[in-house]
């Protein structure tokens, strides 16, 4: 039986909605007061998409990972212009989800972005990256003196050529 006043404040997040406070009590869940979102996001929430979780193998036979943004209008079979998204420093990992980082937080919004424009968009999480496992973290011949993690933005190229 939970102890009244003592709950878990924890950070929500989710394809749609930015990072907000929330704290458990018990079965009850409550959004912490004085972060309601601006009105004008209603509008940016409902031309988000659900990213796809995505695997790729790149021809050295490593599996990368990455999340698929395909805009809500694109109909099946038909064809659109397509960005290999690269976040940037290899010792992080983009999400499904708003990001916590402010930094990919706005790399999430503007990937979203891109997609309500008709662009399909694939943010690329390459070796070296977090999240999935230390052989992946210290990938051989990462960084500047192998960049193997080329390999992956290739792979990524390919997924969307075919």
């Known amino acids: 039986m939970p102890i009244r006043g003592i709950g878990i404040a924890f950070l929500r997040i989710t394809h749609d909605t930015p990072a907000q406070v929330h704290v458990a009590e018990g079965a009850r869940v409550s959004r912490l007061a004085g972060q309601e979102l601006p009105a ?4 940016v929430r409902a031309r988000q998409v659900v990213p796809q979780a995505i695997t790729l193998r790149a ?14 209008t694109l109909r099946s079979g038909a064809k659109a212009p397509a960005i290999v998204f690269i976040h940037g420093g290899s010792r992080r990992q983009m999400l499904q989800t708003w990001h916590p980082l402010r930094y990919y937080h706005a790399t999430y919004a503007f990937n979203q972005w891109l997609a309500s424009r008709g662009y399909v968009v694939l943010s690329l999480n390459y070796r070296s990256g977090t999240g999935y496992g230390l052989d992946f973290r210290e ?6 003196t192998g960049a193997s993690e080329y390999r992956d933005v290739e792979a990524a190229g390919a997924y969307l050529a075919a």
Do not use: E, K, R, S
Not at 40 to 43: C, N
Not at 60 to 72: E, K, N
């Open 40 to 43: 004008a996001f209603a509008a």
């Open 59 to 72: 021809a050295d036979g490593v599996t990368t990972y990455g999340q698929l943004f395909v805009p809500a």
């Open 139 to 144: 990938a051989l011949d990462y960084g500047a």
